[in-house]
């Protein structure tokens, strides 16, 4: 019987440890499925910035025309900054439609984004296809700035779908692809000089077309992906109650003042600099116009990164107070040998955009959480709002002062953002963990 016994109990311990063995996975199963999780959110962030990337080249399709349509269409630099106002306009409109309707919060974010790069394609397509000048343009690129707003603050709500903490950097890449796309028309320009204006802008259509259809058949919705809200146009001003989401907004105004302005206008500012120089060709300022503004995209990512240690605020006091020193000696740089103006030009390209994404990380944080893409629309249409004025303000000064001292007032950006940036808290941890409990 003792025999027979010690078998059994042998027999069990040796059954134990073989079943210890079959069940690793199954301890480590927590570990493994938070991995899968991680892995899937990082394709998600991968799918959503390379989607913007196509999306927002519609944007500027326009702007890397103006040198061309300056001289076919015979335009003043006056006239051809509503190649770009235009499409800010038609934004800012975007933006207040789709928060006033809550269309990113009531509906799949993913259909709107489609729904948006479809449309921003086809008016896109029709600005190669039929304008031919000024009101049809304009009118055009409106309508293309308004689907835009179904593009970038819908974009932040998916990438934010899927993370719970680390968002800051995770912009950053978001961003930095939407910089990247904002720049990919000049270098368009560059490589396809042979090619007219309309068929440039047509590939910029076809790309938008791309980028819709690889969220709304490649992306899946995010783990944290609150619920459909409830359609409460009250939210549209609501969203200011928190005050340190109001003073977020405030500074991302600051910085909007001076970011569209100097994208749109730095190719003039180097056209004047550069004139008689081997790079005053068209060719040649438009592949510097895209060094420059593409510069921006290394900041969001590195900035980004910089995040995870340091928080979301200072990186983006940080990047504010090097673009508002750049701004100020714009005037004094301009008399610089060309080279050296050129490599100053691309630090103020790597800061001017490497606030962009703290910035909407701190109001995803600071926000109502079950309205997240409502306020982040309406942010950046007050943002872009602004920046209409600036656009508009810059060739205006230029025409007084002439080009050397015409960026310098958009230093008064910057200044403002710093201002409300320092009343804002502390962010908490030291890895920027924005809006680590919320859903959206």
């Known amino acids: 019987m003792k025999k027979r016994f010690w078998k059994v109990k042998l027999g069990a311990i040796g059954s134990q440890d073989e079943s210890t063995e079959g069940t690793v996975p199954r301890v480590s199963e927590p570990t493994s499925a938070s991995e899968q999780v991680s892995r899937e959110g990082n394709r998600a962030l991968a799918l959503v910035s ?4 196509l999306t927002s080249s519609t944007w500027f399709s326009g702007t890397a025309a103006a040198p061309d349509l300056i001289h076919s269409w015979g335009l003043s630099s006056t006239e051809s900054a509503w190649l770009t106002i235009s499409v800010q306009l038609g ?15 009531v509906f799949n974010p993913r259909r709107v984004f489609f729904v948006s790069a479809l449309l ?6 029709a600005f190669a296809l039929i304008a031919d000048g000024l009101p049809t343009a304009f009118a055009f690129r409106a309508l293309t700035g308004v689907t835009l707003a179904g593009i970038y603050p819908v974009g932040m709500k998916l990438v934010a779908s899927w993370f719970r903490s680390q968002l800051g950097w995770r912009l950053g890449i978001l961003v930095g692809a939407l910089t990247l796309g904002t720049a990919f028309p000049y270098l368009i320009q560059t490589l396809g000089s042979q090619f007219d204006w309309r068929t440039l802008a047509g590939t910029a259509s076809i790309l938008a ?7 709304l058949l490649a992306l899946s919705d995010g783990p944290f992906l609150k619920a459909r809200a409830p359609f409460d146009a009250r939210m549209l001003w609501r969203v200011f109650a928190h005050l340190p989401f109001r003073r977020t907004a405030f500074g991302y105004f600051g910085h909007m003042w001076e970011l569209y302005a100097f994208w749109s ?9 550069l004139q008689g120089d081997d790079l005053s060709t068209g060719t040649g300022l ?3 116009a895209f060094l420059i503004i593409a510069t921006g995209s290394l900041g ?33 740089l301009y008399e610089l040998n060309s080279g050296l103006l050129v490599a100053l030009l691309l630090i103020w390209g790597f800061f001017v955009v490497s606030d962009s994404p703290q910035f909407s990380a701190l109001a995803v944080r600071f926000c109502p959480s ?32 002439g080009w050397r001292w015409a960026l310098t007032f958009l230093g008064v950006g910057p200044l403002i953002g710093l201002y409300f940036l320092q009343q804002l808290p502390e962010n908490g941890d030291r890895n920027g963990q924005a809006g680590s409990d919320k859903e959206v």
């Open 286 to 288: 438009s592949l510097l």
């Open 265 to 273: 206008m730095i190719i003039f500012y180097l056209g004047a600099r």
């Open 370 to 401: 079950q309205y997240t893409g409502t306020a982040l629309t309406v942010q950046n249409g007050l943002g872009f709002a602004i920046t209409v004025i600036s656009i508009q303000l810059t060739p205006w000064m230029a025409e007084i002062l």
């Open 50 to 53: 390379t989607a913007v990337f």
């Open 120 to 125: 921003g394609a086809a008016f896109n397509a």
């Open 300 to 332: 969001c990512i590195l900035g980004g990164w910089v995040s995870r240690r340091i928080g979301e605020k200072k990186v983006a006091q940080f990047s504010l107070m090097v673009s508002c020193i750049l701004c100020l000696s714009s005037g004094v």
């Open 209 to 215: 077309l791309a980028g819709g259809c690889l969220v």
């Open 91 to 105: 934004f800012i409109a975007g933006t207040f439609l789709y928060a006033f309707f809550n269309l990113a919060d």
